[in-house]
């Protein structure tokens, strides 16, 4: 028997963000006789290895090429206009943080033929008028259109989805689980990823992301500035690209901390990196549940993220919340503590709190069997 067949609609471009990091962790452990995976996006694909990995798992990835930038809605729906009439499958799965984007692709799948269509919520959002013009506008279509709905955390899902989908608890949170056989405390690893990014012993600050408004690095910046008041060999490493790097290592500049700022670019060492750091600041404006957040408990690594974040980090005494109306010198206390809490192996309290990958996947996998 062929396996079901699902595309995977994004409504961002390939570029190794969050969105892509949990639907891989899905995918290398879904039972792919079973179940298939393609991934399509209306924009650019600029992950060359994650296309080559898909395509050695048996998938396909196209990417429509469309800059990603102002034009973002006119580019979603003529790419996936375009598209899904001439690929036709059995379940389309969409994935956004773009309320807009929801809605126009579930409307457009159902519109090509495609008769089972699920909607994904990864984030929250900015609350102001443009946001809830967008959700009343969208509202209806999310109800015609979508046959499911998944997030993942509760507080994604009451972001995106209409009133009535949330009162009557018609989605289902699939968690942003890891593979904590791959991602766990290691020392071995820690020192030599240490040694080679020039670390040695030093108190280390680190962030794994995209540079774009959402993640707010200028506010990051900030907290490390005042942090290095008090701890003056204190390092931040920076990985993952977008459109504000050159914004913010401008202001590394303008504080002098060029010195002790590494910025890594995108990085596929994911593990090594979040073993190396002491800590993971994540002051986002908002957020559904970071991946990466749950990269780094998996390591045993203290995670002080804002409370634009869902409490839903899987362990508790490793998630500190912080409003973003303190002050950095306040996010920096908290830093500086958090620096020194001693690292274990977590490896059981994640799989014991449904965020290890194998179990995860194995519940994607049941939904689209129960689709057909």
Not at 114 to 131: E, I, K, P, Q, T
Request: net charge negative.
């Amino acid at each position: 028997m062929e396996p079901i067949r699902v595309l995977q609609v994004c409504g961002e471009p390939f570029a190794g963000g969050g969105q892509e990091s949990y639907l891989m962790n899905m995918y290398r452990h879904v039972d792919r006789t079973r179940v298939q995976f393609d991934f399509y996006t209306p924009f650019e694909n600029r992950d060359v290895r994650m296309q080559r990995e898909i395509e050695s798992l048996g998938g396909h990835v196209w990417a429509t090429g469309f800059p990603f930038g102002e034009d973002n809605r006119e580019y979603f729906r003529r790419g996936l206009s375009a598209f899904l009439p001439e690929h036709p499958y059995p379940i389309v799965h969409i994935h956004s943080g773009s309320v807009y984007a929801l809605a126009t692709g579930a409307k457009l799948a159902r519109q090509s033929g495609v008769s089972r269509v699920a909607v994904h919520s990864h984030c929250g959002g900015f609350d102001n008028l443009r946001y809830r013009v967008a959700r009343l506008w969208t509202r209806q279509t999310l109800l015609t259109y979508p046959t499911h709905y998944f997030a993942c955390s509760h507080l994604a899902a009451r972001w995106k989805f209409p009133p009535s989908v949330i009162r009557s608890g018609n989605y289902t949170v699939l968690k942003n689980a890891v593979d904590t056989s791959r991602l766990r405390y290691d020392p071995a690893l820690r020192q030599a990823t240490r040694l080679q990014l020039g670390l040695a012993d030093k108190p280390t600050v680190g962030h794994v992301g995209r540079f774009a408004l959402q993640k707010n690095h200028r506010f990051l910046i900030e907290v490390f500035h005042a942090l290095s008041e008090w701890e003056p060999e204190a390092q931040l490493v920076l990985a993952g690209e977008g459109e504000l790097v050159e914004e913010v290592l401008a202001q590394v500049d303008r504080l002098g901390l060029e010195e002790r700022v590494h910025y890594l670019g995108v990085r596929q060492d994911v593990p090594a990196l979040m073993n190396a750091f002491d800590v993971l600041l994540l002051p986002s404006f908002f957020e559904g549940l970071p991946v990466v957040g749950v990269e780094a408990q998996a390591t045993g690594l203290p995670v002080v993220t804002s409370t634009g974040v869902t409490r839903e980090l899987p362990i508790e005494d490793l998630s500190t919340y912080l409003p973003l109306t303190d002050t950095a010198m306040q996010w920096a206390r908290v830093v500086q503590r958090a620096l020194a809490t001693p690292r274990r192996d977590t490896a059981a309290e994640m799989v014991a709190c449904g965020y290890d990958v194998h179990a995860a996947a194995r519940v994607m996998q049941e939904q689209y069997e129960e689709m057909m």
